[in-house]
């Protein structure tokens, strides 16, 4: 099972480990080749971060890439409840 993530409204990736990200932290990913791929990983070196999101029961969970440390690998902050309140 797998949970794709978009940057942009666009495809960027996907996570295969459950539980999907949920909180700050290093996680594992699959990257997609396409250009909102590019664009995330340019918008995080270009501001130290790039926002992005998956769905989860038809609401959006919106997480910030702010590194990358090696391919297939990025970190996680700044996740936020489908409320947009951070999650606490």
Same mark, same amino acid.
């Given at each position: 099972?797998?949970?794709?993530?978009?940057?942009?409204?666009?495809g960027?990736?996907?996570?295969? +480990? %459950?539980? %999907?990200?949920?909180?700050?932290?290093?996680?594992h990913?699959?990257?997609?080749?396409?250009?909102?791929?590019?664009?995330? !990983?340019?918008?995080?070196?270009? +501001?130290?971060?790039?926002?992005? !999101?998956?769905?989860?029961?038809?609401?959006?969970? %919106?997480?910030?890439?702010?590194?990358?440390?090696?391919?297939? #690998?990025?970190? #996680?902050?700044?996740?936020?409840?489908?409320?947009?309140?951070?999650?606490t």
């Amino acid at each position: 099972m797998r949970k794709s993530f978009s940057f942009e409204g666009d495809g960027a990736g996907y996570f295969e +480990t %459950w539980p %999907w990200p949920a909180s700050d932290g290093l996680y594992h990913y699959q990257p997609l080749r396409t250009q909102a791929h590019v664009r995330m !990983h340019e918008r995080r070196r270009a +501001t130290g971060s790039a926002r992005c !999101h998956y769905e989860r029961k038809g609401q959006k969970i %919106w997480f910030s890439v702010v590194g990358a440390p090696k391919v297939g #690998l990025l970190k #996680l902050e700044g996740f936020e409840e489908p409320e947009g309140k951070p999650k606490t």
